[in-house]
């Protein structure tokens, strides 16, 4: 169980309710409230704004309910996640739910995301602050998509000076070995012996040898199902430098990477009937003598020789050969996920990924988990006349067509290059990280599609 929560067993003789009101029920739950405290809400003018809270006083002073807003059914925004400001709201405490929100079971998730921490480098402000779960609620699920998004937003919150490739991999390998699955990683020049010549152009410039992680888990009977994270440790741009406000947070680029990690571990931990392998490129795209140079042209893992348009546009060049090298294997399911575009952000916004896939039942069903599970994603179209763009004079494929237009459709389309065998693909273009805290979201690293594509896995191989 998850630490946000605890058993009633083991609650204190009396937990706190924690009745939910909108502005329109507020009257009636009011009125049912003994004198004084009808009174002292009145006194503190509590109108059950949403987000609003006021605890309500037993005679001899202690917490005798809390009453916390959200909106009304009709309102056209509701935050299904709102319940997720309660950990850093109340005092510390056991709680429990006296009336439903307006989804019990997203409620209890919120309330465990919002519970979250980075404790690495301060430990000072854990919430003391614990749930008592309403009945009917699988909580063991929510444990774990709790414990997937922490381990996600623990890893992209990690500066890089702690979190490059070799730690990135270090990472992968307690996640395989926990749940007993097979672990192997390609390292520096041996990923040019054994064809990613890709990767290795991308991360042959730092001092952090490049890497590939791949591990595999479950029946090799089962249905395969292959994730690719973008694990791009640091990102400087390369020779086609970022400015100095671009690489702020571009620790946050092994985002793909930390979410996949995410994924699988809801995967294995819930023993989904799959044959799961992880593929996760690691590297740090550094400035140096030996950095790759725009117009350079590298021959891929599948042959189709690129042309580097744009150094900083090295996302795709790592994703392009972990593909390929998963596409040989025929996966009934691959699914890719990276920090890629700032094209999406402009189309899209940083809570909004895009999503690219040619299988309609795939893309109708990822649609459908998205809002079950609060973890919002949006179809945008692999275009088919826009892969002209990436014609190259000089080489099969350029990685960075000219101009500005559909940069997150054209990023897609590269990849598409790079997957033929597979029976569906799933490309998700995320931001994996949250500017401004939100109701159960805090401020930096996010879990973004995870929990959406867990669901999808969930309902077809559980």
Not at 209 to 222: E, M, N, T, V
Not at 321 to 350: H, M, N, S, W
């Amino acid at each position: 169980m998850h630490s946000a929560f605890e058993t009633a067993a083991a609650a204190a003789a009396s937990t706190i309710p924690i009745t939910f009101a909108t502005k329109t029920t507020w009257p009636e739950i009011s009125a049912a409230l003994p004198a004084p405290a009808k009174a002292f809400a009145a006194a503190n003018g509590f109108t059950a704004k949403p987000g609003a809270w006021l605890a309500l006083p037993t005679e001899d002073g202690a917490i005798a309910q809390v009453i916390f807003g959200l909106e009304d059914d009709g309102a056209i925004f509701r935050d299904l996640f709102r319940p997720g400001q309660l950990p850093g709201l109340l005092p510390p405490g056991t709680y429990r739910f006296a009336n439903a929100p307006h989804d019990t079971r997203l409620a209890v998730l919120a309330f465990a995301l919002g519970s979250y921490r980075f404790r690495r480098y301060r430990k000072n402000d854990e919430p003391k602050v614990k749930l008592v779960p309403p009945d009917g609620v699988d909580i063991a699920d929510i444990s774990r998509m709790a414990e997937a998004a922490a381990l996600a937003r623990d890893l992209i919150n990690t500066p890089s000076n702690d979190m490059g490739p070799e730690e990135l991999a270090a990472a992968a390998r307690d996640l395989a070995a926990r749940f007993g699955a097979d672990f192997n990683c390609i390292i520096g020049d041996d990923l040019v012996q054994q064809n990613f010549p890709l990767i290795h152009a991308v991360g042959m410039a730092s001092t952090r040898a490049p890497r590939l992680i791949d591990f595999s888990w479950g029946d090799p009977s089962h249905p395969k199902v292959t994730l690719v994270g973008k694990g791009v440790c640091f990102d400087t741009g390369g020779l086609d430098l970022k400015p100095s406000s671009g690489m702020l947070i571009m620790k946050k680029d092994m985002g793909g990477a930390a979410n996949v990690l995410a994924l699988a571990l809801m995967v294995m931990d819930a023993k989904l009937k799959v044959r799961l392998r992880v593929l996760i490129p690691a590297v740090e795209n550094a400035v140096a003598g030996n950095a790759f140079r725009p117009l350079d042209i590298f021959k891929s893992r599948k042959g189709p020789t690129v042309e580097i348009g744009n150094t900083d546009a090295e996302g795709r060049l790592v994703l392009a050969d972990a593909l390929a090298y998963a596409d040989e294997e025929k996966p009934d399911l691959l699914v890719d996920l990276g920090t890629l575009t700032g094209a999406a952000r402009v189309a899209l916004g940083p809570d909004l990924p895009p999503y690219y896939t040619n299988d309609e039942t795939l893309a109708l069903d990822v649609a459908r988990c998205a809002k079950e599970q609060n973890d919002p994603l949006w179809r945008l179209p692999l275009w088919a006349p826009y892969d002209a763009w990436l014609d190259s004079k000089v080489a099969n494929i350029n990685n960075a067509p000219s101009g500005g237009f559909a940069g997150s459709i054209t990023c897609a389309l590269f990849l598409q290059r790079f997957v033929e065998a597979a029976k569906s693909w799933l490309h998700v273009d995320i931001y994996g990280w949250t500017p401004s805290a939100k109701p159960a979201r805090p401020e930096g690293g996010e879990c973004q599609a995870a929990r959406a594509i867990y669901q999808l896995l969930s309902q077809r191989y559980g």
